[in-house]
C-alpha cells in the first residue's frame, strides 16, 4: 500500500514574504498525514520554510551538489542540506536537464551522494514532445533511469519516490490525459520490476508532474498507478491545498 505523495516544485518563484503566505495557507490546510505534502522553496528560503512549516509536511531542496564540501562556488552539498534538516532533494528535473548540463551520469551521481547522506530523493524523468512523436517515450524515460538503477542499489529505492514529468506538459497547460499518464507508469513499474525488484516495483510511489490543478488533480489521482504529484505553478496558490487532498 502506497502513500499518496504530493510535492510543490516553487522552482525560481517567491518572496520572503510571499513564501510565508503561502505556508501559513498551509498549515491552516488542515492535512491530516494520509497524504505525504512536501515542499520545495528556492534554497535561499528552505532554512525559513523549515522553520515555518507545520509537520508532517516536510522541505525539499530543489537540487544538490555530490561533494560534501570544497571549492564549488554556488552549490549545496547533501551533507548541507542533512544539516539543515532538509528531508528531501529534487533531482534530475528537466529544467535542470535541458538547462543546465545535469546529465544522466549526473543525475544518478548526486542521487547516489544525496542518498549516502540520509537524503530522501525524488527523481525526476520524462520525454519530450519531439521523443514522444518519435514514439521513443519509454526508451527515454528507462535511459534516465538505468543510469541511476547502475549507479544505486537495490535498498536505495526504498527512498526515492520516481517522479514523471513529460516536458511537453510541464507549465504549458497541456496535462497528460489520465489514461496517457497511467499508461507510461505502468510502464515504469514494470521496468523497474524487471531491472530491479518486484518489491522495488511494488513500493515506489512513481508520481505525476506536468501542468496539475486544483481541477485535475482527482482524476489522475484514481489512476492505479499514479500515487501523488510533483506541482509547479499550482503550488504556489491556495489551489495546491486542494492537490494535497486529491486521494481522500
Ligand atoms: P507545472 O505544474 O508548472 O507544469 O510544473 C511541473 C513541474 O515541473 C514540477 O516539478
Known amino acids: 500500500n502506497r502513500k499518496f505523495f504530493v510535492g510543490g516544485n516553487f522552482k525560481m518563484n517567491g518572496t520572503v514574504d510571499m513564501i510565508s503566505e503561502l505556508i501559513n495557507h498551509l498549515n491552516k490546510a488542515g492535512l491530516d498525514g494520509k497524504t505525504e505534502v512536501v515542499v520545495a522553496p528556492p534554497s535561499i528560503y528552505l532554512l525559513q520554510v523549515k522553520e515555518k512549516l507545520t509537520p508532517p509536511a516536510q522541505v525539499a531542496a530543489q537540487n544538490c551538489y555530490t561533494a560534501d564540501s570544497g571549492a564549488y ?146 482524476e489522475l489521482a484514481q489512476q492505479p498507478d499514479i500515487d501523488g504529484f510533483l506541482v509547479g505553478g499550482a503550488s504556489l496558490k491556495p489551489e495546491f491545498v486542494d492537490i494535497c487532498k486529491s486521494a481522500d
Open 73 to 218: 562556488t554556488g552549490e549545496i552539498s547533501p551533507s548541507q542540506l542533512v544539516d539543515a534538516n532538509i528531508e528531501w532533494v529534487i533531482l534530475g528535473h528537466s529544467e535542470r536537464r535541458s538547462m543546465f548540463g545535469d546529465t544522466d551520469k549526473f543525475v544518478a551521481d548526486k542521487t547516489k551522494a544525496a542518498l549516502a547522506n540520509g537524503l530522501k530523493v525524488i527523481l525526476c524523468v520524462g520525454e519530450t514532445k519531439e521523443e514522444r512523436e518519435k514514439d521513443i517515450t519509454m526508451e527515454v524515460n528507462e535511459r534516465q533511469l538505468e543510469a541511476v538503477a547502475r549507479t544505486i542499489e537495490e535498498k536505495d529505492w526504498e527512498h526515492i519516490v520516481l517522479a514523471y514529468e513529460p516536458v511537453w506538459a510541464i507549465g504549458t497547460g497541456l496535462v497528460a490525459s489520465p489514461e496517457q499518464a497511467q499508461e507510461v507508469h505502468a510502464d515504469l513499474r514494470q521496468w523497474l520490476g524487471q531491472r530491479v525488484s518486484q518489491k522495488v516495483a511494488d513500493s515506489i510511489r512513481i508520481i505525476y508532474g506536468g501542468s496539475v490543478n486544483g481541477k485535475n488533480c482527482k
